[in-house]
């Protein structure tokens, strides 16, 4: 009887997984559309174009080789600087952008700069030793 049983279950689990395969039109999974491979053509030959429309060189010009890779690519995703709108010609104007030195920005993120003074308690904290939180427990006081 037992075996019976597991045999009609394991009929089951089959039928039920080619049913899957099948479908109304008869053909199932092994009649569908596949690309015709007669219809396949070979590519053309490529060809040169007959006018390449260079320009000569300029005497004493700046050749495009000797131009920087990354200065390349700047000018080709950004074209090179935009004009300011007058409102923010203003604001620089007013915070007095003229007077700053030029290098100012390599200068502010040099690691030896000291911009701001942080104060001892800040500087008390980040030279605090590294460790799991244990030694800050608070107690509190008749507890």
């Known amino acids: ?21 099948g479908s109304s039109k008869g053909g199932g999974v092994f009649n569908r559309a ?9 590519a053309q030959p490529l060809v040169v174009p ?4 260079l320009t000569t060189p300029k005497p004493g010009a700046a050749r495009p080789q ?7 690519a700047l000018q080709a995703m950004f074209g090179g600087p935009a004009p300011r709108s007058p409102a923010e010609t203003g604001a620089i104007d007013q915070a007095g ?10 200068e502010a993120g ?12 800040t500087r008390d904290i980040i030279a605090a030793p590294v460790g ?12």
Do not use: H, W, Y
Request: include cysteine; proline fraction near 5%.
């Open 110 to 121: 040099d690691p030896g700069t000291t911009v701001v003074d942080k104060g001892s308690t």
């Open 132 to 143: 799991d939180g244990q030694g800050a427990r608070a107690t509190a006081p008749n507890q």
């Open 34 to 42: 596949r690309p015709d491979e007669m219809a396949v053509s070979r």
């Open 50 to 53: 007959p006018d390449f429309a």
């Open 97 to 106: 952008g003229a007077r700053a030195a030029a290098g100012i920005r390599s």
């Open 1 to 21: 009887m037992r075996k019976t049983i597991v045999a009609s279950v394991a009929v089951l689990a089959v039928a039920a997984t080619l049913a899957g395969c």
């Open 66 to 72: 000797e131009v920087d890779a990354s200065t390349q």
